[in-house]
């Protein structure tokens, strides 16, 4: 019998209070980046802080114990003993609690997720599913977040045998060595367009781990680092705490240079902090690093970081009509709360538990295959992806496509842009012999997430969004397979919020890319090959806007976007990007904010801010002859009266519209010709509330989907 199965408690190692305070600072940038907010965009650098300190702590323990006998068995029985019962016991719950919270839960990928997490291969789980990670059906996988434990747990299984046998006379050139293959291993797969490779790979990410290995090997071997001066450890504290601290708010998972050399520079920074709260000699400016409250939450990272990402899913508006503050500091109770039982009943019994580590392994294996077929057993029989998303074998299994054999069969899907064009649409179908559908999901985009707008700020009703597509897409006929899948809608030319990170235009265009690819792939399902039309760039004057400038804000993100369209077409899946700027703006791009004959354009994908009120006014040019104006309008379905004001150049003309959809105000013109100022005032009667309309938003963009005029001699 091995001499490390012996009776005994599980006595607590000693703990470095400024250790903790380096976790208390990692799990908080977590959590804040988890949180959404805009400030720590970079917060999801506090994982690599962690696996620096666990690398750290793990290698100096591997080198203190390096002549015990058993020490191998040891080493992963502790391990073990950390992790794994928590795992255990958090799969199972959290599973039950989205089965019962998200009713729109897709099962089978929820049952992959846990099974691999408590595996700990999530990581390699989610890189293999690279293509749905911007799921817009499902929402965010719970386990996602156990990506990071999957890649600890896969290095410490070679780690203590590499450390013993392979480097042990030339450790830190090897372990240096190492760091650096990892690096470059990082900066080759990290490019282009899809960096979750590099991003989840264990030998990529190793680097932070190495980092952590490299100072423990470091450190044990020179003399010289304990009698550095005070100084040079506190000089040194907050020059890389300062550092990592701004990455916190400047870095982002998709730029480039985070491949390239970012995330080697948080393990050194990461490293350097290590070092130097290791050495005993912080003292001063950087004692809060020990204070009591941060060690608190230090302590307890592990627990925090286990709970926190499943209850921000699951706390979430898309099953709580809660505000925004209701929702956080509901998150923040659970988080607390949750936490601090899993710490206390969970890794402090397990402390000081009396048990051999043969009985406590087994009751181990046995707890993990009751939690795997507890899994599996509570996702059988589940629901699947939606008809739409069934997978390859179903779309081999269609073979219709127009009704009419040898016919072109083309289906357009998109929001009210697509709507506006529906009558233009089918006609152009009829005149050259083309079967059309128009599939049209009003007010939303068809990326996931929710739409920012110019300020940052989240547009609530983009919320409701993601269901109204499952919804629309839903009932598509996907028997009858089209030939061409046309995507073209204006809110997906917006900077959004997806999985909790904002990804601005201009600055995140490859995570957009990332989902323009990845949804142009699901509408796939509905034809054989598919056409990305980007939205035109607009350029805004005071013909719309009194007093705007040339150029506005919003220009820059629709110029942004299409850019990222149409870098985003991969041929090879039959996926391919328009521009329609050369043949929809006289300018090719911008747009400008009036175009003959039609002079409020919603084919650029604008409403601007008139919209928001009940009062709209704009600026056409008729052409010579033009004797009276006809304003043609689209009222919206959920408006059971309408009445109108049109005024042209100060003749005012009234329009009350009850059941018709489409109509249209003639305004004679009189004067010269020249620039005429058209205003338009609306006031509608809402549908019951039960219909999903808020009686109180009483705005033009509720009321009209378009307003286009058009210009008539005698």
Same mark, same amino acid.
């Given at each position: ?147 990071? !434990? ?22 830190? !050139? ?81 730029? $480039? ?59 979430? #508006?898309?099953?709580? $009509? ?26 402090? #019994? ?7 580590? #043969? ?42 496509? &127009? ?12 929001? &009210? ?71 073209? $809608? ?26 323009i690819r990845a949804k142009a792939k699901e509408l796939k399902m509905f034809g054989g090959k598919v056409v990305v039309v980007a939205t035109p760039e607009r ?41 329609? &700027? ?74 009350q519209v009850m059941a018709s959809e489409v109509f249209f105000v003639d305004v004679p013109l009189t004067g010269e010709p020249g620039t005429a100022v058209i ?36």
């Amino acid at each position: 019998m091995s001499t490390g199965l012996t009776e005994a408690p599980f006595a607590q190692p000693g703990r470095n209070a400024a250790i903790d305070g380096l976790r208390a600072i990692a799990i908080v940038a977590v959590v804040l980046y988890h949180f959404d907010l805009s400030w720590i965009g970079g917060g999801f650098l506090g994982v690599d802080l962690f696996m620096v300190i666990s690398g750290f702590l793990i290698t100096r323990s591997l080198i203190a114990t390096e002549n015990e006998k058993g020490r191998f068995t040891r080493f992963y029985i502790r391990r073990i003993r950390r992790l794994l019962p928590a795992v255990i016991i958090f799969v199972p719950v959290v599973v039950t609690a989205t089965i019962l919270i998200t009713p729109e839960i897709v099962h089978t990928p929820l049952r992959f997720d846990a099974l691999w997490s408590m595996a700990y291969g999530a990581n390699w789980r989610f890189i293999a599913t690279s293509a749905s990670y911007f799921d817009t059906v499902a929402p965010p996988s719970p386990f996602r977040h156990l990506w990071s !434990l999957g890649i600890e747990e896969q290095f410490y299984a070679v780690w203590p045998v590499a450390l013993h046998l392979f480097i042990r006379r030339k450790r830190l !050139l090897a372990v240096l060595g190492l760091f650096i293959v990892s690096a470059v291993l990082m900066a080759s797969l990290g490019g282009g367009s899809d960096p979750f490779r590099a991003y989840f790979g264990t030998d990529t990410r190793a680097q932070a781990l190495l980092a952590g290995c490299l100072v423990a090997v470091w450190t044990t071997q020179r003399e010289s680092v304990s009698t550095w001066n005070n100084r040079g450890h506190a000089a040194t504290f907050w020059v890389a705490l300062l550092a990592l601290m701004s990455l916190f708010v400047l870095a982002d998972a998709t730029d $480039d240079w985070m491949y390239r050399g970012g995330f080697s520079a948080v393990a050194v920074l990461g490293g350097c902090l290590v070092w130097v709260a290791t050495a005993g000699s912080l003292g001063g400016s950087a004692g809060w690093l020990s204070h009591p409250l941060v060690t608190f939450v230090g302590r307890r990272s592990y627990s925090i970081y286990l709970w926190h990402w499943p209850i921000i899913t699951l706390v979430n #508006r898309r099953y709580l $009509d809660w505000n925004s503050s209701a929702i956080h500091v509901t998150r923040i109770v659970l988080i607390l709360v949750i936490s601090e039982a899993s710490y206390r009943l969970i890794e402090e #019994r397990l402390r000081t538990i009396r048990i051999t580590e #043969r009985r406590y392994l087994s009751a181990v294996i046995a707890g993990t295959a009751a939690a795997g077929l507890l899994t599996i057993g509570m996702t059988a029989g589940a629901r699947s992806l939606p008809a739409y998303l069934a997978g390859d074998r179903d779309v081999e299994a269609i073979t219709g496509g &127009s009704d009419n054999p040898g016919r072109l069969f083309v289906r357009v899907i998109g929001d &009210s842009v697509v709507e506006s064009l529906k009558p233009g649409f089918e006609q152009a179908a009829t005149e050259i012999g083309v079967d059309i559908e128009v599939v049209v999901i009003s007010g939303c985009g068809l990326l996931p997430g929710q739409t920012m707008g110019d300020n940052g700020d989240i547009y609530a009703p983009s919320a409701d969004c993601a269901k109204a597509v499952e919804s629309v897409l839903s009932t598509v006929n996907v028997s009858r397979r089209a030939d061409l899948v046309v995507w073209m $809608d204006a809110w997906d030319a917006q900077s959004r919020v997806v999985d909790g990170r904002r990804l601005v235009i201009g600055t995140n265009d490859r995570a957009l890319v990332r989902l323009i690819r990845a949804k142009a792939k699901e509408l796939k399902m509905f034809g054989g090959k598919v056409v990305v039309v980007a939205t035109p760039e607009r350029a805004f004057t005071s013909a719309i806007i009194p007093g705007a400038p040339e150029g506005r804000e919003k220009a820059r993100f629709a110029g942004a976007i299409r850019n990222v369209m149409i870098a985003g077409r991969t041929a090879d899946d039959d996926i391919y990007s328009l521009d329609p &700027s050369e043949f929809v703006c006289e300018s090719k791009s911008p747009c400008p904010d009036t175009m003959q004959p039609i002079d409020f354009a919603h084919a650029t994908g604008y409403w601007h801010d008139g919209w928001a009120g009940t009062t709209v006014e704009f600026e056409c040019t008729p052409p010579a002859g033009t004797k009276h104006i006809r304003v043609i309008f689209e009222k919206t379905p959920h408006i059971d009266n309408l009445l109108v004001f049109v005024t042209v150049n100060g003749l005012t003309i009234r329009r009350q519209v009850m059941a018709s959809e489409v109509f249209f105000v003639d305004v004679p013109l009189t004067g010269e010709p020249g620039t005429a100022v058209i205003s338009v005032v609306a006031e509608g009667a809402f549908v019951p509330k039960d219909q999903g309309i808020n009686d109180d938003t009483r705005t033009l963009s509720y009321m009209l989907r378009g307003v286009e005029a058009r210009f008539a001699g005698e």
